[in-house]
């Protein structure tokens, strides 16, 4: 199964660690990548569109509101929730006081796939 994960973190807790501790978080990160895994950071600027009543309208900022800013995301694949979470557990923002949101993907681009075939 492929779980989407929201990456949230501070960047002042970031800051904070030595430059070898965060060398051993990022090295997580690269074991993600090396298994084929999506592993992405983003920008702290947000837009949010609308398409109500088929006119499209923009607000700046992010739609759901955090202590802690989104960071960053990925796409991993796991047999199961817990080996999403130990895979997670070990990254960046969840190491360095930050949080990672692991949502179950029900489908990617096809219909089927949320008709349970496996992804």
């Not at 096809?110 to 496996?118: F, K, L, S």
Request: hydrophobic content about 45%.
């Amino acid at each position: 199964m492929k779980y989407l994960c929201l990456a949230y973190g501070d960047e002042a807790a970031w800051n904070a660690l030595t430059k070898k501790e965060q060398d051993a978080l990022v090295a997580q990160d690269e074991v993600l990548r090396t298994r084929g895994d999506l592993v992405l950071a983003v920008q702290n600027k947000a837009t949010v569109t609308r398409g109500w009543e088929g006119k499209p309208s923009t607000t700046d900022g992010p739609f759901a509101h955090s202590n802690l800013p989104l960071a960053g995301f990925g796409i991993v694949e796991a047999t199961d929730l817990n080996e999403a979470i130990a895979l997670l557990a070990g990254t960046p923002c969840a190491r360095a006081k930050g949080a990672i949101e692991i949502r179950p993907i029900a489908a990617i681009n096809e219909w089927q796939t949320a008709r349970g075939v496996r992804l």
